[in-house]
C-alpha cells in the first residue's frame, strides 16, 4: 500500500523559504512520476511541479518556476519541494502526489498547511 507523508510546512513570512518534504512508502518508485499539489482557501487543486522518479526530470507550473525546487533521495525515498521568495499567494495546503507509469496520480498525502504572511 503506497503512503505519502508531507511535513514541513508552516508560517513563513514573505520573501522567505521553506522545504516541504514527501515520504513515500510501499512501492519502488522508480518508474513513478511524483508531484506536488497545492490548494489555496476558496480555490481548486492545483499542480505546482513533478518529478520522474527514474531520470530525475522536473517540471513545473509557470507560477512557481525559477522559485520552487522538486529534488529526491532516493535513500530515503523522499521527495522535497523548495520553496524560495514566497507570495502570500502560494498560501496553501500542499499535497504530495504518485503517478504509476501510464496513470494519472493514484496516491495522495495528507497535505500540509504553508501560510505566507505579507
Known amino acids: 500500500q503506497v503512503q505519502l507523508v508531507e511535513s514541513g510546512g508552516g508560517l513563513v513570512q514573505a520573501g522567505g523559504s521553506l522545504r516541504l518534504s514527501c515520504a513515500a512508502s510501499g512501492r519502488t518508485f522508480s518508474r513513478y512520476t511524483l508531484g506536488w499539489f497545492r490548494q489555496p482557501p476558496g480555490k481548486e487543486r492545483e499542480f505546482v511541479g513533478g518529478?520522474?522518479?527514474?531520470?530525475?526530470?522536473?517540471y513545473y507550473a509557470d507560477s512557481v518556476k525559477g522559485r520552487f525546487t522538486i529534488s529526491r533521495d532516493g535513500a530515503k525515498n523522499t521527495v522535497y519541494l523548495q520553496m524560495n521568495n514566497l507570495k502570500a499567494e502560494d498560501t496553501a495546503v500542499y499535497y504530495c502526489a504518485a503517478s504509476p507509469p501510464g496513470n494519472r496520480y493514484d496516491y495522495w498525502g495528507q497535505g500540509t498547511q504553508v501560510t505566507v504572511s505579507s
Open positions: 518529478l520522474v522518479w527514474s531520470t530525475g526530470t522536473t
